[in-house]
Structure formats: C-alpha cells, structure tokens
C-alpha cells in the first residue's frame, strides 16, 4: 500500500555522463507505472532493479524526445524478452503512428499487443481506473500538447477491530467483507452493531501529481490540490524566467508558489537546465516559497512509507 516513486531521470535536454533525461517508476497501491521514458531508461531500470515484467502501463507526457526517446528501445527489448503480456501506453495523439513507423521500418516486430491510448484533450479527463487506483490528466502548457498526470488511489476498506468483533460470537470470518464495506452488524435478536463500533477508518488514500514540461499554470491548482507528493518540472531559476516564459517552462520559485496554493504535502523539483552547475540552487529558491522541497536525483526513492 501507498506509494513509492523512483527517479530514473530528471534532467533537461541532451543526456549527459552524470545527467539522465526523464523517466519516473512509480509504485502506488500495489500498481506499478513507468512515467515518460527518455534515453537511457532501460538501463536506469536495470540499476534501479525495477522488474521489466511488471510493466504494463506506460504514460508519456509529450511526444520531445528527452521525454519518450527511450520508449522505442524499452518496447524491442520487452519483444526481445518474449513479453506475452499487453502493453498499454498512454500519450499524445501521434504516438502509436511514431512507434508503429519505428518498428516497421527497423523490423522490430513484437509478437504481444501493444495498445495505445492517444490523449488531444485540453480538459483533465479520468484515462486509467482498476479496482485500486484511477489516474487523471493535467493539461500543461508547453510548445507541444502536453499533459501531466494525477494518480490516487481509491478509497481503502475499513479496518476490522479483532478485540471489539470477538465479543459477539455471531460474528464470524465470513462476515468481515461486510464489515470491512462498512456495513453494520444485524445480531440474532434484532439488534443492530453500528460499523464503527466494529472497525477503524481506512488509511487516507494518497495523491501523486507529475507536472511535466509546463509554464507556470495556475489552473492546475485546483486539480492537484492537497496531493501527498507533487512533481514539478524547474528548469529555471528566477534570473532566467523570461527564458523560462518563451520556452514553455516554469522557474523554481513558479514551481514552488503551485505546490504552496495547492497546499500539497511535499514538491520534488526536476527538469533543471544544464546551464547550472549547482542544482542546490533551485531547492534554495524554492523553499523561499515552500519549505517541504526536495530535488529529484537519478535513483532517488520518494516513499510514503
């Protein structure tokens, strides 16, 4: 249960000897999703020890390469590994025609079902929901459509209360979904044991919003607000925000001033611009705004645990 988000990359541009495009592996309630895929993601997989085979749903925030140049290569080695399983990937419209060109032309035929889930939605729209978890779009403003993405978990069940349920005997195992559903308790004589006398609340469910490439939106605001963990991109500090403006990006202190007005429990920056040489400097300015930041670094764990 909760989450646990593993850094596989989070640099801008080119990759570099000690700077690795983006890619997150994010474990949320017993889900387990590959968040874009820059160059180099299979092998930072493989330093991360995260299990190929538990990939089956990929989500790619938009179609610039430091972003999803990795995407081709995780795809033909999973064919090289004689995947069975399908493989869902969630991104812009104009993704499934790239890789399906990909493929054909270099005869990388995978024998499993790639299905694709191509997004043109300016609106956040719910795209992903199993019993445990849902994810939901955040509409981003970069050169090219762009999205973010929401995932929370679903409402847990009930906990049972072993010491209160053994005082009445007619309570058996068979009964505690029931009760774990939050229903009551009907004993034999008619009367009725209110659920709360039975169980504990669940666990809150928790929240983690990843805000990719974007100028500083404050209509994202009411989308993330309150989540647990907030990725933000910061490829600026404040003396480049101008720069920041035009290119579709957000400074440190923008990234900052969102996760304060969204009252978020925590913000990881990332996406810095090589042409700083002390990634220090963002945490810095950041927690002029908001003091609960961290930096997001290649193999870096975040864990609710």
């Known amino acids: ?25 994010l474990e949320i309630n ?11 993601t299979q092998r930072q997989m493989r330093l991360n020890k995260v299990g190929f085979s538990k990939i089956n749903t990929i989500f790619i925030s938009h179609l610039h390469g430091d972003h999803f140049f990795g995407l081709i290569g995780l795809i033909s080695t999973f064919g090289i590994l004689n995947r069975e399983k399908e493989l869902h990937i969630y991104g812009p419209k104009g993704i499934k025609e790239v890789i399906n060109i990909q493929l054909k032309h270099s ?34 403003n970069h050169r090219v459509y762009t999205n973010g993405f929401l995932f929370k978990e679903k409402e ?21 979904n029931n009760l774990k559903a939050g229903k009551d308790f009907k ?3 008619g009367d009725v044991i209110e659920n709360s006398e039975l169980t504990y609340n669940p666990e809150k469910p928790l929240s983690y919003a990843y805000c990719s490439d974007t100028s500083y939106k404050p209509t994202i605001i009411e989308m993330i607000e309150g989540a647990d963990l907030l990725y933000h991109e910061s490829t600026f500090l404040t003396d ?22 969204a ?17 220090s400097l963002f945490k ?11 930096l997001a670094e290649t193999g870096r764990v975040f864990s609710s645990k």
């Open 107 to 140: 005869k990388s035929y995978v024998k499993y079902k790639i299905i694709f889930h191509e997004l043109n939605s300016t609106e956040s729209e719910l795209i992903f929901e199993d019993e445990k978890v849902k994810v939901y779009t955040i509409p981003l």
């Open 240 to 261: 480049k925000e101008d720069l920041a403006s035009k290119t579709g990006h957000s400074t440190a202190k923008q990234a900052a001033t969102i996760a304060k007005k």
């Open 284 to 294: 810095k300015e950041a927690q002029e705004v908001f003091k609960n930041v961290s």
């Open 156 to 176: 847990k069940s009930r906990k049972i209360n072993i010491s209160a349920v053994k005082k009445f005997k007619e309570i058996d195992i068979c009964d505690y």
């Open 30 to 40: 017993s889900r387990h999703f590959l968040i874009d895929c820059g160059e180099g």
């Open 263 to 279: 009252n978020v429990k925590k913000l990881v920056l990332g996406h810095y611009s090589s042409r700083y040489k002390e990634v």
């Open 1 to 25: 249960m909760g989450y646990k988000l593993t850094i596989l990359g989070c640099h801008s541009a080119t990759p570099r000897v000690n700077a690795h495009p983006t890619a997150q592996y």
């Open 187 to 189: 004993l034999d004589s």
